[in-house]
């Protein structure tokens, strides 16, 4: 059989929700897509661990409030048996919904979708699914091997990855003095790599640093509380007017960009409500190209997992104005677009496990874990 005979398989979908009209929309959403088939559903968490077993999917959605069981508590389970499958959590954007999301981003969840907030407009949810949930699905979805046979199976999957990938050429050069500031872009799979950094970090940087997560509003709030309770570093979300201390580390709010700009000696945060840049807001660009402008040759850049681009022009902002980039290896994210679109352009000074990236930081002073 020639490559242009092979039929991709569908991504499989299993679709875990209490509400039997919910359950219909997303279903009848991601059937719009070709790609996309749904093999089965689950009205509460019990059951979809069920499904799980039974199943097998290639991609899971968990509704978070549900009876029996939660989605929280079934996502904790199903991490115990299996911890590769994606599985995207729906939530609502209120106080409850978004500490909910943050709890289940930051113990496994793959990334999350809004629900639509008027199910009675059904073309309208479907339109808001088709736009925020099929790419999600495609995005994390992860592609089976080529060769199955038992001769050319391999025993895991990250040691298959390992084999095919090719990492790009690196960029020369690096800082020759430690950075005065550390800017960091994540998005998709963020939270889970935002925790096992900080969790490393066992004293306060002698610099700022500044976060771009993509995230709605009360997200990056609840984001920093969290990372805040993980090493003796104070993170915290920033607000407009902001000066930056050094030892502080600073997440952009949700829904609006982070500028910086430099006055007098002092470097003040700016949060603005401008169009979005890479479809985002915040977007890392925006963080970047303004962060390269003030620190120059002293600014260390890093980007880790997410979907899309952003952060690519920034990156050359960053590296054109004599600053370092580093960004995540492709094994460890969780979607190797942003760190893969910088790396792929030869804007990585560096390209590492994300096991390595607080050591990556750290070392830049001398300290010791």
């Given at each position: 059989m020639t490559e242009e005979n092979i039929v991709e398989p569908k991504i499989r979908v299993l679709v875990v929700d209490d509400s039997a009209i919910m359950r219909r929309i997303i279903t009848t959403a991601l059937k719009m897509d070709p790609g996309i088939e749904v093999v089965g559903i689950a009205e509460d968490g019990l059951i979809s661990i069920e499904k799980v077993h039974e199943l097998s999917p290639d991609v899971i959605t968990m509704d978070i409030e549900m009876p029996n069981m939660d989605g929280l508590t079934a996502l904790t389970e199903i991490r115990k048996f299996n911890r590769t499958v994606p599985i995207i959590m729906f939530s609502t954007l209120t106080q409850k919904g978004a500490e909910s999301t943050i709890k289940a981003l930051t113990t496994g969840a793959s990334d999350y979708v809004g629900k639509p907030t008027d199910v009675s407009d059904t073309q309208a949810a479907f339109n808001i699914l088709k736009e925020t949930l099929i790419p999600k699905v495609k995005a994390l979805y992860k592609k089976p091997f080529k060769h199955i046979g038992n001769a050319e199976r391999k025993t895991s999957a990250q040691a298959q990855l390992e084999a095919e990938v090719v990492p790009p050429p690196l960029k020369e050069g690096r800082l020759a003095l430690p950075p005065a500031a550390v800017v960091i872009g994540v998005s998709t799979g963020g939270p889970?790599?935002?925790?096992?950094?900080?969790?490393?970090?066992?004293?306060?940087?002698?610099?700022?640093?500044?976060?771009?997560?993509?995230?709605?509003?009360?997200?990056?709030?609840?984001?920093?509380?969290?990372?805040?309770?993980?090493?003796?570093i104070e993170v915290v979300e920033a607000q407009h007017g902001d000066i930056a201390e050094n030892g502080k580390v600073y997440i952009a709010p949700g829904g609006?960009?982070?500028?910086?700009?430099?006055?007098?000696?002092?470097?003040?945060?700016?949060?603005?409500?401008?169009?979005?840049?890479?479809?985002?807001?915040?977007a890392v660009d925006v963080l970047f190209r303004t962060a390269a402008q003030i620190y120059k040759n002293k600014l260390l850049g890093i980007v880790l997992t997410g979907m899309g681009s952003d952060?690519?022009?920034?990156?050359?902002?960053?590296?054109?104005?004599?600053?370092e980039m580093v960004v995540q290896d492709e094994i460890t994210s969780v979607i190797w677009g942003m760190p893969g679109a910088i790396a792929k352009a030869n804007l990585a000074h560096k390209i590492i496990p994300l096991n390595k990236v607080a050591e990556e930081i750290i070392n830049r002073f001398a300290f010791t874990k």
């Open positions: 889970l790599a935002l925790i096992e950094i900080f969790n490393v970090f066992k004293k306060p940087l002698p610099i700022p640093m500044f976060i771009v997560q993509h995230m709605p509003p009360k997200f990056t709030e609840l984001m920093a509380q969290r990372l805040s309770t993980l090493s003796p609006f960009h982070l500028h910086l700009e430099r006055m007098g000696t002092k470097i003040v945060m700016y949060t603005s409500e401008d169009p979005p840049e890479n479809s985002c807001r915040p952060g690519l022009k920034g990156a050359k902002d960053i590296v054109d104005a004599g600053g």
